[in-house]
């Protein structure tokens, strides 16, 4: 069974500055989506940033990047420039391969973000 | 972009008594939606898969005569929870994958259920 592991139960940042998130997993299956999901203080989840296993190409949105790294089995999530409405809880989770809807998401327990002003 | 519509948002209702949570896709069609539940400071633990116009998945411990869930159309999947409990309150949230199928891109607002 598949695992996913955030290891930072909390994180602070300073404005402007820039914070990484770590997530580990662990899988015997060579293909999978990874993501990082942010769920702010409204609770309203919302997809942050998507990897292909596939791709070699760390994914980037904006000021969200990731570092992926298959043979550590590692994928955090690089925040630039931080901003106030940053701070929100951020969840790493593991998707298998094809399949579509039966695959279900696998998170792992979050990690809280803080930003100072 | 595509919106997922959750209602209600807070709810409190009496022991024994039921109450429905409606998820809705605004401007396009899902044939799937997923339920959640979350405990505070926790992750989400999906409770079932909803299927359009076919019985949903339950997930491995989750009472299906208890959390019934009703995908009758494209855009509207149900969660009923039945004869609440006090142990029932939590937040329960829905959500749906993008075209693609592979990426749940699109959640709702949740809903926060507390049973008295």
């Known amino acids: 069974a598949q695992t996913v592991t955030q290891s930072q139960p909390e994180m602070s940042v300073q404005e402007a500055e820039t914070v990484t998130l770590s997530c580990t997993y662990d899988t015997s299956e060579s293909d999978y989506y990874l993501f990082w999901y942010k769920q702010p203080p409204s609770r309203q989840m919302i997809l942050v940033i998507r990897?292909?296993?596939?791709?070699?190409q760390n994914a980037t949105e904006n000021r969200f990047s990731v570092n992926f790294q298959k043979a550590a089995k590692s994928f955090s999530l690089k925040i630039s420039d931080s901003q106030l409405g940053d701070a929100a809880m951020y969840f790493c989770?593991?998707?298998?391969?094809?399949?579509?809807?039966?695959?279900?998401?696998?998170f792992g327990t979050g990690t809280l973000l803080a930003v100072q002003p | 972009g595509a919106v997922v519509s959750q209602h209600p948002s807070r709810v409190i209702c009496k022991s024994g008594t039921s109450v429905k949570i409606e998820c809705r896709s605004l401007d396009f069609q899902a044939t799937t939606m997923f339920w959640y539940r979350q405990f505070p400071k926790q992750s989400l633990m999906l409770m079932a898969t909803?299927?359009?116009?076919?019985?949903?998945?339950?997930e491995q411990g989750v009472e299906k005569d208890k959390f019934l869930i009703n995908h009758a159309s494209l855009t509207l999947s149900t969660l009923t929870v039945t004869s609440a409990h006090p142990e029932d309150s939590s937040f329960y949230i829905c959500?749906?994958?993008?075209?693609?199928?592979?990426?749940?891109?699109?959640f709702g607002q949740g809903t926060r259920l507390t049973v008295v």
């Open positions: 959500s749906a994958p993008d075209r693609g199928g592979e990426t749940e891109a699109f």
């Open positions: 989770a593991y998707r298998s391969y094809g399949g579509g809807a039966t695959n279900k998401l696998i």
């Open positions: 909803s299927n359009e116009g076919s019985k949903a998945t339950y």
């Open positions: 990897q292909e296993a596939y791709k070699q």
